[in-house]
């Protein structure tokens, strides 16, 4: 089988990407794909904090059309901050989306570099997936199953809602969205939780990001996943937009 990677948040960082994906001899000295039969998932959140959201989704892209050539695999969920930076970009400042973009890191120079055929990628990225054991979701968090029973029926639900023009219904998935810790040790019912999402949707892991690994254990700077909940839970959110440099999570 061939090996599985999970990148989590990178938040416009583009340099520190860069130098991940080599490291991990993903990507050459040129930038070219070089993990022949590799997966490589991205859990969300290529945008904002950092300075090039636009640079990173490029470079995403191409990497999962050169993958494809390969043998490999890029795979991308959406995250929250894909969600806002679409609402800047199709409502602005009705009902308030712009500035809540702004607040959360916005880039003005990401908007203004946004091309359409990168605003049609981001549309249609899944909000879950599953590969191998694993179900992969962005933010750490039950309310997807508000929108369906399925990966499937999740997927097409959000992607309509994104394909749509109904504010109130971007604003509500973006309240959702807001949530974290669902699975978290310290909740009476986390894992109890995990576990019901797993038997939902299927797999013996949940891979996500969303929450920074700082922001659930003493570690500072992670080089590694943070493991919790009886090992359901894998966090791979290393905190890039926190100083951190991140990592990636080769699974098998």
Same mark, same amino acid.
């Given at each position: 089988?061939?090996?599985?990677?999970?990148?989590?948040?990178?938040?416009?960082?583009?340099?520190?990407?860069?130098?991940?994906?080599?490291?991990?001899?993903?990507?050459?000295?040129?930038?070219?794909?070089?993990?022949?039969?590799?997966?490589?998932?991205?859990? *969300?959140?290529?945008?904002?904090?950092?300075?090039? /959201?636009?640079?990173?989704?490029? %470079?995403?892209?191409?990497? $999962? &059309?050169? +993958?494809?050539?390969?043998?490999?695999?890029?795979?991308?969920?959406?995250?929250?901050?894909?969600?806002?930076?679409?609402?800047?970009?199709?409502?602005?400042?009705?009902?308030?989306?712009?500035?809540?973009?702004?607040?959360?890191?916005?880039?003005?120079?990401?908007?203004?570099?946004?091309?359409?055929?990168?605003?049609?990628?981001?549309?249609?990225?899944?909000?879950?997936?599953?590969?191998?054991?694993?179900?992969?979701?962005?933010?750490?968090?039950?309310?997807?199953?508000?929108?369906?029973?399925?990966?499937?029926?999740?997927?097409?639900?959000? *992607?309509?809602?994104?394909?749509?023009?109904?504010? /109130?219904?971007?604003?509500?998935? %973006?309240?959702?969205?807001? $949530? &974290?810790? +669902?699975?978290?040790?310290?909740?009476?019912?986390?894992?109890?939780?995990?576990?019901?999402?797993?038997?939902?949707?299927?797999?013996?892991?949940?891979?996500?990001?969303?929450?920074?690994?700082?922001?659930?254990?003493?570690?500072?700077?992670?080089?590694?996943?943070?493991?919790?909940?009886?090992?359901?839970?894998?966090?791979?959110?290393?905190?890039?937009?926190?100083?951190?440099?991140?990592?990636?999570?080769?699974?098998?």
């Amino acid at each position: 089988m061939s090996a599985l990677y999970f990148i989590g948040d990178i938040h416009g960082h583009r340099d520190k990407l860069i130098t991940l994906l080599t490291k991990a001899r993903l990507i050459n000295r040129e930038l070219a794909w070089c993990g022949g039969d590799s997966r490589v998932w991205f859990l *969300g959140d290529f945008f904002d904090r950092g300075d090039d /959201g636009i640079g990173v989704v490029e %470079l995403v892209m191409r990497l $999962q &059309r050169e +993958a494809g050539v390969a043998g490999g695999t890029v795979g991308a969920l959406l995250g929250n901050h894909e969600i806002m930076f679409l609402a800047a970009h199709r409502f602005g400042n009705q009902g308030g989306m712009a500035a809540a973009w702004r607040r959360n890191g916005g880039q003005e120079r990401d908007l203004q570099r946004i091309k359409a055929p990168q605003i049609a990628w981001l549309r249609n990225l899944p909000a879950l997936a599953r590969v191998d054991d694993y179900l992969l979701m962005h933010a750490d968090a039950i309310f997807y199953r508000d929108y369906g029973q399925s990966l499937d029926a999740i997927n097409d639900e959000i *992607g309509a809602i994104l394909r749509d023009d109904e504010l /109130g219904e971007w604003g509500h998935l %973006l309240d959702l969205f807001s $949530q &974290r810790f +669902a699975f978290a040790e310290t909740r009476p019912d986390g894992i109890l939780r995990a576990s019901e999402t797993l038997r939902r949707y299927g797999g013996q892991h949940i891979v996500h990001g969303h929450t920074p690994i700082q922001y659930m254990s003493d570690v500072l700077y992670p080089d590694k996943p943070h493991i919790y909940s009886i090992k359901l839970c894998i966090n791979v959110d290393g905190g890039m937009y926190l100083g951190a440099d991140g990592f990636v999570y080769k699974a098998c």
